[in-house]
């Protein structure tokens, strides 16, 4: 018999539904993760008791963490599924919807409030439009790689999940989307009323904000508070 | 309605690099856009592409030309592209990324804060723009905030977690709306257009495991299809010759790594064989993906050489410098680190190659009309510009560019073009019906199959016959297993009926899809009897594989006299079979020369 990894799954059968717990064994192969393990269940939905259920929901795309659509909470913390290596994490394993968001069924959540934020914080450039105009500014290569850094953010409410101030307790948007206002695109590009506007909202230091994203958020690990914070 | 009724309204159905420039031209040009998609645009597939785009910036002294660029593509295409459209996006590639740049993109930089561009496959020059080891991240981020700021304006609206299924025709035949239906609440729903792009991407998950995010499943492809849209060239599947093997996906491994110095090597009497830099001495690790995905190939499989036996070999970046490495690579070796557990500054990787792209998909001319009137197609999902081989860091490119064709085409049709009748609020209905129904009938099935086995059974058919190497044995044998598989769909069994987020029906539907997109590009690589970039054939003789006097497998050559054209599917309804044509194309540009990359490219 080949080894088996328990999974104890939160499951919630629709938005307004209570949750509760299931069990579920899958093969354990090397590499094996934690996306590839719900795509086991998927082949075959029999909880440990013998019991044919539902397959488990949840959403994923990339599966190389880049796309922030997988990300649940796994063994209390909020993390990416796809690079969850069962080697790596505590056995059983325990798989919970990020609850900072609206659950939907089982693992998939409603992060819409996230890009909602991102159309109030209006961070884009005004670009005068898509045709040529003229070359963009030479950029000092320091400022284009701090840029790049907060440019990773994929927008996946990791960060969310583990900020102690978002909730329904305040307006605070959250880490994620401060430091992507903070750093706008690039030096030229500033533009004060970003600011201005998403400060009126949430009143959290920004270095506060930073360590939170750079220790929670997945892609921002090596993100420093730089020249203009 | 208070609504202004003379605005015209374009449905763009796929939310990556393709659909979102559409939906920026056709909000500049006074349109609105209902954008459909699987998930957040934000989570695009389009975000996966690492290594960079290709334009002729010409900024390293090399003498680069924007010739050259078009002579690289159409020579890496094998001579199957249509060439005035290759020529019209290598000559707008540099306007693109000048665009990108305004735009925020954070393009590395060289020390005096200009773009720096790197190497990529099949090219001589560095031509290769990027932004680390996520370009196609970075671009789909900055086309995400232009389309968030139209979205505010009111021009954009989004449907995101929903599917589309089909479009709807009028009387006249020609693309009046789609249907499509929510992925949470189940609500299906059918919409008016003037135009409809689809810009859905790759058929990647047809082959199972692949370097593609899950969405990228070509259903919507399909659906089209069946509904006589005209498939061209399927038959030519990229294999990215650098891919981290998985269970649950291919993880690819960038071009850019052999761009910044990587070498592949297995060991061979004891010592590291760099066979590409020895069978290929004038391009070296920088061979196209097709010729490195044959040479691994024969490497592990032929010759038995793989590590340790199994079908990987080295992909070798720990002599360069650590430091330069994490500027120019970082994100994809912290990944490699993350998934593999092994550092790759230290230890070689090990990679294999994997089914990545496809070059084939919908037809269409030169400004993205499918053969339905109404109807276009634009990025992968369409067959324009990569010929029979695509080179590295030309999809973003043509991603790109076929966006900003396909959106102003779409708000010229639907002002101009004869778009003759209008849909009444009955045939929404009716098209809005039919769809209910077969949902509804999908509900329903309570047979002994597993539609995700199946699908991991069509996989596995698909690599091993009609991966890197076919013959046409192997590929009627595919033809006639994938018709079981067809008929096997009719006996799976629904475990999920949930009115909420019922993941399982909607995969059942798409893989039915799936299906029958596969059989066409099976059938496409059937008919196709020569070698030519990605499609390689190998010659029969009395039923079997022929080998040479060095017992070397022997391959089909180009046959430009026979197979100098594209290839056409249609859709038979009847047979539910693809049914092949050939259709002539222009090459008159640059004429066909024999393609060898054992010597540097003469023109």
Same mark, same amino acid.
């Given at each position: ?125 005004? +670009? ?8 963009? /500014? ?92 | ?44 597939? *389009? ?6 785009? &290709? ?16 002579d690289d593509?159409?020579y890496g ?28 993109? /954070?393009?590395?930089?060289? *020390? ?10 099949g090219?001589k ?7 680390? *080891? ?8 900055? +086309? ?132 590409l830099e020895e069978m290929y001495p004038a391009y070296g &690790?920088l061979v196209p993906?097709?010729v ?209 987020? &019922? ?66 599917? &249609? ?22 020369r024999a393609r060898n990359y054992a010597v540097a490219k003469k023109e």
């Open positions: 018999m080949a080894e088996k990894v328990r999974f104890i799954i939160e499951r919630q059968d629709g938005p307004n539904d209570k949750p509760y717990n299931q069990e579920f064994d899958v093969d354990y192969r090397p590499g094996l993760n934690v996306v590839a393990a719900l795509m086991e269940i998927q082949k075959n939905p029999v909880t440990v008791d013998g019991k044919r259920v539902a397959p488990v929901t949840w959403e994923c795309n990339c599966l190389e963490k880049v796309c922030g659509a997988c990300m649940m909470v796994i063994n209390g913390r909020a993390r990416q599924a796809c690079c969850a290596l069962v080697d790596e994490i505590k056995k059983p394993i325990h798989l919970a919807p990020a609850r900072t968001f609206p659950v939907i069924r089982d693992l998939l959540i409603d992060r819409s409030v996230m890009f909602e934020s991102l159309k109030k914080i209006q961070g884009w450039v005004e +670009l005068d439009g898509s045709w040529d105009v003229k070359d963009a /500014p030479i950029q000092n290569p320091y400022t284009a790689q701090t840029a790049y850094e907060i440019s990773h953010c994929m927008t996946c409410g990791c960060c969310l999940e583990a900020c102690p101030n978002v909730g329904p307790q305040s307006d605070f948007i959250g880490p994620a989307p401060t430091v992507f206002s903070i750093f706008t695109r690039s030096e030229n590009l500033t533009r004060p009323n970003v600011l201005t506007r998403l400060w009126k909202r949430a009143a959290l230091p920004v270095a506060a904000t930073v360590k939170i994203a750079s220790k929670f958020a997945p892609n921002l690990s090596s993100l420093q508070l730089t020249s203009r914070s | 309605m208070a609504k202004d009724m003379s605005k015209k309204k374009i449905a763009i159905v796929g939310g990556g690099i393709s659909g979102l420039l559409a939906t920026i031209k056709v909000c500049e040009l006074g349109g609105e856009v209902d954008l459909f998609s699987y998930c957040p645009v934000k989570r695009s597939h *389009s975000l996966c592409a690492q290594g960079g785009i &290709n334009a002729c910036m010409d900024t390293k002294g090399e003498h680069d030309s924007i010739y050259e660029h078009f593509t159409v295409g094998d001579f199957l592209a249509d060439q005035i459209a290759v020529k019209g996006m290598v000559e707008a590639a540099p306007k693109l990324i000048k665009m990108f740049d305004r735009m925020g993109v /954070p393009f590395t930089r060289t *020390s005096e804060g200009v773009l720096d561009l790197r190497n990529f496959g090219q020059h560095k031509r290769t723009c990027f932004a680390g *080891s996520t370009t196609g991240q970075q671009i789909l981020y900055a +086309l995400d905030e232009q389309v968030r700021r139209w979205e505010v304006k009111g021009s954009v609206h989004k449907f995101e977690f929903w599917e589309f299924i089909r479009i709807i025709k009028n009387r006249e035949g020609i693309c009046r709306g789609l249907v499509a239906q929510n992925m949470n609440t189940m609500e299906i729903r059918a919409f008016r257009a003037d135009t409809v792009i689809l810009a859905t991407g790759g058929p990647g998950q047809v082959f199972g495991r692949c370097t593609a995010s899950t969405i990228c499943n070509g259903s919507a492809v399909s659906a089209v299809y069946q509904q006589g849209a005209e498939i061209a060239n399927p038959e030519f599947i990229q294999i990215h010759p650098t891919a981290i093997p998985g269970s649950d996906k291919n993880r690819l491994m960038s071009e850019a790594c052999r761009g910044e110095g990587g070498r592949v090597w297995v060991y061979k009497d004891g010592k590291p064989w760099y066979f &690790n993906r097709d490195a995905s044959r040479a691994i190939y024969k490497v592990c499989v032929h010759m038995g050489l793989g590590i340790n036996g199994e079908n990987r070999v080295y992909l070798d970046l720990s002599h360069i410098d650590s430091g330069y490495l994490e500027r120019k690579l970082g994100g994809i070796l912290e990944m490699y680190s993350e998934f593999v557990g092994q550092d790759p500054r230290k230890v070689p990787m090990e990679i294999f190659p994997s089914v990545h792209y496809s070059m084939g998909g919908i037809w269409v001319d030169r400004v993205h009309n499918t053969n339905i009137p109404g109807l276009m197609a634009s990025g992968e999902c369409d067959y324009q510009y990569h010929g029979a081989n695509r080179l590295g860091a030309n999809s973003l490119l043509s991603a790109a560019y076929s966006g900003t064709v396909s959106g102003p085409e779409a708000m010229k049709w639907a002002k101009t073009g004869n778009k003759g009748s209008e849909l009444s609020d009955a045939d929404l209905e009716a098209a809005r019906r039919e769809v209910q129904n077969e949902y509804d009938k999908i509900l329903t099935m309570n047979g002994s199959e597993n539609a995700h086995k199946l699908h991991h059974e069509m996989g596995d058919l698909m690599y091993k016959y009609v991966a890197i190497e076919r013959d046409n044995n192997g590929l009627d044998a595919c033809l006639v297993e994938l018709k079981k598989l067809l008929k096997r769909w009719n006996d799976i069994g629904i475990t999920d009926h949930s009115p909420v987020a &019922n993941q399982e029906a909607m995969f059942v539907r798409q893989l039915r899809n799936m299906i029958l997109y596969a059989m066409a590009i099976t059938k496409g690589a059937r008919m196709r009897d020569e070698s030519r970039g990605a499609h390689a054939k190998i010659v029969l003789e009395n039923g079997k594989q022929k080998h040479d006097k060095d017992g070397e497998l022997v391959f089909m050559g180009r046959d430009d006299e026979r197979f100098m054209k594209i290839t056409i599917v &249609n859709y038979d309804p009847k047979t539910e079979e693809p049914i092949v044509t050939y259709r002539d194309f222009d090459h008159s540009l640059i004429k066909p």
